[in-house]
């Protein structure tokens, strides 16, 4: 009977563990992520640089984007986001937060960005879902998050008119980098 009790315990405890290390998040159209986002821009990352945060002490990620194109908001020739999360190769201690995007040095994105949090934190909204990765495909400039770009929000919007994005007939989760950002822009105009 002790012995029933205590791998019953232990199953009830690993579905609750597994249950806790899951993100989930509804989908956010590219409508919502437009009249959301306070800052948003093209642009490259330059660097990436785990270290502990002097606000909090946690480990974060420092990345540092050369801005290409500013779509909406307020940044300069660079912008630096701080996320919580990275491996700290000084400490050896890693804390990976799950859903948290990670961004390449030396590759394109184009990043929704919310307010920074009170520690100054700031994450892609929805987090993936806020970044999209830009690249080149047979000459053309495409950004892509992986997801269909013409997909309906979770809920409806107040807007009598939907702005139209040009997908890749082969496949809506791309779109040329140029439409894409015209059709950012014109979520945006009141």
Do not use: C, W
């Not at 690993?14 to 948003?40: D, N, Y």
């Not at 330059?46 to 984007?65: C, G, L, Q």
């Amino acid at each position: 009977m002790k012995l029933q009790t205590t791998i019953i315990t232990l199953a009830l405890n690993f579905f609750a563990i597994s249950t806790v290390s899951a993100t989930s998040l509804l989908p956010i159209s590219l409508e919502q992520l437009s009249t959301r986002a306070s800052l948003i821009f093209y642009g490259t990352v330059v660097s990436n640089e785990v270290r502990k945060d002097d606000t909090n002490k946690r480990i974060a990620t420092f990345t540092t984007f050369k801005i290409a194109e500013l779509i909406k908001g307020d940044a300069g020739s660079t912008h630096t986001i701080k996320q919580i999360g990275g491996i700290h190769a000084e400490s050896k201690t890693r804390l990976l937060i799950h859903g948290v995007p990670e961004f390449q040095t030396g590759k394109d994105y184009v990043v929704f960005l919310p307010e920074k949090s009170a520690l100054g934190f700031s994450s892609p909204l929805g987090l993936h879902q806020g970044q999209f990765s830009v690249t080149n495909i047979n000459d053309e400039t495409i950004v892509s998050n992986g997801r269909n770009l013409n997909q309906p929000a979770a809920t409806q919007s107040s807007r009598s008119i939907q702005v139209p994005l040009a997908v890749r007939a082969d496949n809506p989760s791309q779109a040329r980098l140029q439409d894409f950002i015209n059709t950012v822009r014109a979520y945006n105009i009141k």
